[in-house]
């Protein structure tokens, strides 16, 4: 009696595919990451960062900062003095209330070299231990 059961159970799951019409359906697979940065939905990121970030293991060292001595601090502080004052001048000059003498000034580690001419007012500064350039340029008002 049981092989009869399913022999009729496998002839009913038979008849019942060619009645279907044999066919199978399917959809295409697709993709999509879940990374915002790849095209993944853009509210994943916080998510990720925050899981990200309980997972590092490793700190980032600052590094230790020696305390400037006196000296070190003065000489600062005259050099911004000094930087304050010629800003000051060109400025000044730039709107007809002063005028400012071209030339070379040294403060430091910094050269300041100014010239005018019917443009305006030029101001290079080098960092001489660097060899950086800053060059700004000031017309007249």
Do not use: H
């Not at 998510?47 to 990200?52: G, I, S, T």
């Not at 101001?123 to 350039?133: H, P, S």
């Amino acid at each position: 009696m049981k092989k009869l059961s399913a022999c009729v159970f496998c002839l009913f799951v038979w008849i019942s595919f060619l009645m279907n019409g044999g066919t199978a359906t399917a959809t295409e697979l697709t993709y999509t990451p879940v990374n915002p940065s790849f095209g993944g939905n853009p509210l994943n990121g916080s998510f990720l960062l925050n899981q990200a970030t309980l997972q590092n293991r490793f700190k980032e060292e600052k590094p230790v900062k020696a305390p400037k001595s006196p000296l070190e601090r003065f000489t600062a502080q005259l050099e911004s003095s000094a930087f304050n004052r010629i800003a000051d001048k060109i400025v000044k000059t730039a709107f007809g209330e002063d005028t400012l003498k071209p030339g070379e000034y040294t403060f430091g580690n910094y050269k300041v070299s100014i010239t005018t001419d019917a443009g305006g007012i030029k101001t290079v500064i080098t960092d001489i231990g660097t060899g950086n350039i800053t060059t700004i340029q000031i017309p007249y008002y």
